[in-house]
Structure formats: structure tokens, C-alpha cells
């Protein structure tokens, strides 16, 4: 998140589209950051994840996974470049758990 008027609390917007200061009255410049700079509410959460995993059975799922790739790159049964992509791993693991929910309805 950067720090600048657009991610400020004081941030107010003119009808024209021009940035205002609720504070100060002044009028700021795209990437502009003054000393009264605060975080804005809705804004404040942002990120939190950074990059981490939050889900321990996604984290579990991952690395079994990537367990068995490695195994079958070892015994050549398969290529390095087969591995999963990251995002092909996610849609499988969503998809393999919305499975099992369905299946225990």
C-alpha cells in the first residue's frame, strides 16, 4: 500500500476529480504524502497476508503434493516443467475440496 493522499483518511475528493485535504485545505498532487497522513479505514487490512499461507490444510495439501512430484521427477516418470503451477495447484485443491463437502451432505 502506498503512502500517499490516496490511500488517506483526509482524502476528499472535488466534483472536477481533484484531491482536496480535509485537514489543510490543500489541494495535492497524485503521489503526494504530508505529515497528517493516515491510513484509510476500509484500506487498513489490506495485505495482511503477505503472500503467507492462512489455511493449514491448503499448506498440508501443497507440500503433499509437491512431495509426489519430486518422487515421480526422481524415478523419471515425469518431467521437472509438469510440475503443477501454482495457481493450477490452488484450482485443484478448491475443487477437490469442494468435492468433499458435497460429499459428506
Known amino acids: 500500500m502506498k503512502k500517499c493522499c490516496a490511500s488517506c483518511q483526509h482524502k476528499c475528493v ?7 485535504c480535509a485537514l489543510t485545505m490543500q489541494m495535492v498532487n497524485p503521489y503526494f504524502k504530508c505529515r497528517n497522513w493516515e491510513m484509510m479505514e476500509k484500506l487498513q487490512n ?5 503472500g503467507q499461507v492462512k489455511r493449514e490444510e491448503y499448506l498440508k ?3 503433499k503434493i509437491r512431495i509426489e512430484e519430486q518422487e515421480a ?3 523419471r ?3 521437472k516443467d509438469e510440475q503443477l ?3 493450477a495447484l490452488r484450482k485443484r ?3 477437490n475440496r469442494k468435492e468433499s463437502i458435497f ?3
Open 73 to 75: 521427477i526422481e524415478k
Open 46 to 50: 489490506t495485505g495482511l497476508g503477505n
Open 61 to 63: 495439501y501443497t507440500f
Open 14 to 20: 472535488k466534483q472536477d476529480g481533484s484531491r482536496l
Open 85 to 87: 503451477s501454482v495457481i
Open 77 to 79: 516418470e515425469m518431467e
Open 93 to 95: 485443491f478448491e475443487y
Open 103 to 105: 460429499m459428506e451432505m
